[in-house]
Nanobody, 122 residues
């Protein structure tokens, strides 16, 4: 499995932006589809975005489409989540995830990061 470490979370006002990063190690990063999930207090963990190993195809939850952008740099073994126009309902712990198959990744990742807190104030 690949090891994942997220960074970039924090406190931001509504309408602001944050960029999350997830650094991977342990396996060949470019073999993996990568994704982001989030979990708000008292709620189930939910899918946010995913990107194929090549970076050509991306997928988003309807709630973030048009506001969030997932990207990857295979030379740096890092995946990013650019979050714009943030809303209080985006407040959650954000998790990086990996699986070699992007379709399986959306439901059952094989690797998880430890999470990073994002708080959006109104």
């Amino acid at each position: 499995q690949v090891q994942l470490v997220e960074s970039g979370g924090g406190l931001v006002q509504a309408g602001g932006s944050l960029r999350l990063s997830c650094a991977a190690s342990g396996r060949t990063f470019s073999n993996y589809a990568m994704g982001w999930f989030r979990q708000a207090p008292g709620q189930e963990r939910e899918f946010v975005a995913a990107i194929r190993w090549s970076g050509v195809m991306t997928y988003y939850a309807d709630s973030v489409k048009g506001r969030f952008t997932i990207s990857r740099d295979n030379a740096k073994d890092t995946v990013y989540l650019q979050m714009n126009s943030l809303k209080p309902e985006d407040t959650a712990v954000y998790y990086c995830a990996a699986h070699w198959n992007v379709l399986v990744l959306r439901t059952t990742p094989s690797s998880w990061g430890q999470g990073t807190q994002v708080t959006v104030s109104s």
